[in-house]
């Protein structure tokens, strides 16, 4: 039997918990709603709709509600052969089980706390939440945290379709393991044979994450000890007389089928690093970035950054051997104790146990970015529209000491307060503005009823790039390169432009983005570094406020999350210690 990703991602933890409960109207199979079968040979077609659908406009009603339970735990696991206390984990696992799910589909999730000492929640990272910004699961901005004990339940509909992740949204959880898979099925720009999931590419510590941030507050990150692929990789115990040390650990595998094209979706899920992926002996055709399908591009490895996507297809067609893929850490980005050791094993025979004795051709380089905007050319094309100079606003980036060290957007860094989540702030008329950190409105006007234009310079002078991530939204990137921004000299790019959720902010230069005020709500901001998200490297945007209110329907069980935690926190063990994010 072939092991798909999906299939090793939920071994440890029993069927059920990664199984979800489908609900509907119609049957569940594509096969009884397609008027075109999106098969191996067809991979753009979907039923009524195609890879050429803007799914911004149009969403499939499949009539299919797909319900979904994760349990957040603390255990003790050995991922990697090194056992390590103060693991987290959905259901058990690291990563969670897979949501899948088809375009156009309503999701039901049930996220309980079983955790003794800690709050939680989970974003859904990427999805826009077009109309359920009361789920989009960040604390002190959307909800309250989830005490120990309690049960939140999120829904939304997927209006997007492709590879994405869910992750705890509360302080630096998901460094720990608390993230997982989640696939949107739907049309794509190139035919494959098959799809084998998601593949996570994590760095990895033996020391819980809670316990580094008492060094990375200070400014300089920990260097961790090692990395996972899709939650295991192997650790030297030989002759350690470390009782931690258990060893069995093992490198993913999985195996190709000579002639066949594989889909791999991939994951960058590190706390802090950059990863140029590669497998050895083949080609990479990447189709994909974030939830944006992409007019197919070739490639021996593509340079993947903090929070990002890449789906990308495989054709197995070398000789029939064992084949090393390589996580492909980048050592000018960020260190590692043993950067070459993430690795895993493609197979053409799944009955070898050999390891590869196969060497790459890709030589690792310097970028700490993202892959080249020439080669970012969304399928679905997409000008920026008309706007004035009044919809630019720019924000620079710098640092600070408080009693620890600070990043700050315009002199302000974020610190999020729990209880008091700014959309239920909004949904009590209570007052946003002024606010003691960075808020910004966001507001249909006369001069700009469309556009918002946001600059961010990078004035810090340590030359650090930054993954920025925005959530509800997919944004063009404009504008990306070294240097101070100039309006009349920067060449901004308004011609379907790389359109994406994460885009790297260059060291000492800046990132120009552009994005539709379409989603009325209270959304974040952040770098997608956990360390530099701790330091509250982010900030809010309340867009089209008098409107959130409106298309709020679950009031009621936010408040009721905000008064469990509210009685919680007045006995919590452990206080807020960082920006909240």
Known sequence: ??????????????????????????????????????????????????????????????????????????????????????????NGTVPGPAIIADWGDNLIIHVTNNMENNGTSIHWHGIRQLGSVEYDGVPGVTQCPIAPGETLTYKFQATQYGSTWYHSHFTTQYVDGLAGPMIVNGPATADYDEDLGMLFLSDWSHTPAYELWDTAKLGAPPTLETGLINGTNTWDCTGSTDTACVGGGKKFETTFEAGKKYRIRLINSAVDGHFQFSIDGHSLTIIGMDLVPLVPYAADSVVISMGQRYDIIVEANAATGDYWLRSGWISACATNANPDDITGIVRYDSTSTADPTTTSSVEIGSNCGDEPLASLVPYLAMNVGNFSDSAITTEDLSFAFSSYFIWTINSSSLLLDWTNPTTLRIFNNESIFPTEYNVNPVEITAENPTWEVYVIQDLAGIGLSHPIHLHGHDFWVIGQDTGVFDLETGGLNLVNPPRRDVASLPGNGYLAIAFKKDNPGSWLLHCHIAWHASQGLAMQFVERQSEIAVSMTDTAIFEDTCAAWTTYAGTELYAQDDSGI
């Open 1 to 90: 039997m072939k092991t798909t990703f999906a299939t090793l991602l939920a071994a440890s933890a029993s069927l059920a918990s990664a199984i979800p409960l489908v609900s509907n109207s119609r049957a569940p199979t594509l096969n009884t709603r397609q008027a075109c079968e999106n098969t191996a040979t067809s991979r753009s077609c979907w039923g009524n709709y195609s890879i050429d659908t803007d799914w911004y406009e149009t969403t499939p009603d499949t009539g299919v509600t797909r319900e979904f339970w994760l349990s957040v735990e603390n255990t003790t696991f050995a991922p990697d052969g090194y056992e390590r206390r103060q693991v987290l984990s959905f």
